[in-house]
């Protein structure tokens, strides 16, 4: 525990020392459908250029979601429309937002002073039950896929589907291994409850849940069980805690306590962040956008983290993840 009083100012001098990194957004999801660039300043949404800089943001991971609407026979196409409208918004950037394919460029750009973006797909549906699909979307830059959203598809039972208790298809066998051989990250936040172990037995490489919260706090099915935390701290694995209301309550007082509760239960490693800013109508108070990340440094060092706790919960939990896991 901290003995001396924080203050302000010792807060964001350490703030703007550390790597944060978000493990979550659905930002490309509103440049898509509402035009908003993300390079350019906005007083909508959550995310933009400008107030990554100001929040301290060093690598942001942008996730393709793909909408119900487009599933199952258009997946693939509007996973290659949102694709093509993450280049096209780094193109209006000026090199200051860069993607990000492997870690030797990566921490190239980090010591430039730029910021990371992470291409994702949320949903894997994108595939069409295809490994070629897996490979081709990883030569555009795709480097981590959330296997399923709330539904059914090829790969596995989404949570939505947790009744039937289904887990991994043999197919979705066959993407963790090749995702594991190509050197992308495994997203786990919206599959099911059985489908969470099974690629736990499966994959080689330890595995994120992207942007959840603490069933034990909150019962939401979309919250991850004591010994799903357990588990993934175990294996190396990491724990993107979201800013769902729904997930976690209405502050960022009631954010730290699910962060509180993973620390003493499963200490804090496996803790990262994935706001899913973009993706969430309401925030809770405290977290308003991509700004934030400073006072939530501010409230660990208030509640006695360590420096070394605090930088890994912040980003290097998460980037020591990508180390493991992206090509080098």
Request: charged share 25%; glycine share 10%.
């Amino acid at each position: 525990m901290m003995e001396n009083k924080i203050t302000g100012k010792d807060a964001l001098e350490l703030h703007n020392q550390m790597l944060i990194v978000d493990g979550h957004c659905d930002t490309l999801l509103h440049a898509a459908n509402e035009k908003r660039n993300i390079c350019r300043p906005s007083d909508t949404g959550h995310i933009d250029l400008i107030r990554l800089k100001q929040g301290g943001v060093k690598v942001q991971f942008f996730a393709a979601f793909i909408e119900t609407i487009y599933k199952p026979f258009s997946s693939l196409t509007r996973a290659t429309q949102l694709i093509d409208t993450f280049y096209s918004e780094i193109e209006l950037c000026g090199g200051l937002l860069v993607p990000g394919f492997s870690l030797r460029q990566i921490k190239r750009d980090l010591k430039d002073g730029k910021i990371t973006a992470i291409l994702g797909i949320e949903g894997g549906e994108a595939l069409n039950a295809d490994l070629a699909v897996l490979r081709m979307l990883f030569r555009l830059g795709v480097r981590f896929l959330g296997l399923t959203w709330n539904q059914r598809n090829q790969i596995a039972d989404g949570v939505g589907e947790s009744i039937t208790g289904g887990g991994l298809t043999r197919f979705g066998r066959e993407v963790v291994r090749e995702m594991n051989s190509l050197g992308m990250v495994i997203d786990l936040a919206h599959i099911s409850e059985a489908g969470f172990w099974d690629v736990l037995q499966v994959s080689g490489h330890p595995v994120i849940v992207s942007h959840a919260n603490c069933y034990k706090l909150c019962d939401h099915p979309r919250n991850l069980k004591d010994d799903q935390i357990q588990a993934l701290a175990k294996t190396g694995g990491v724990f993107g805690l979201s800013f769902v209301p729904d997930f976690m309550g209405k502050n960022i007082d009631d954010f730290l306590d699910h962060l509180d509760y993973v620390a003493g239960l499963a200490g804090t490693d496996v803790i990262a962040i994935g706001s899913d800013f973009d993706g969430i109508e309401e925030t809770p108070e405290g977290l308003k956008d991509c700004r934030c990340y400073p006072g939530i440094t501010a409230k660990l060092m208030e509640r006695g983290y360590t420096e070394k706790e605090i930088r890994g919960i912040m980003g290097e939990n998460m980037f020591r993840l990508m180390e493991q896991v992206l090509p080098q």
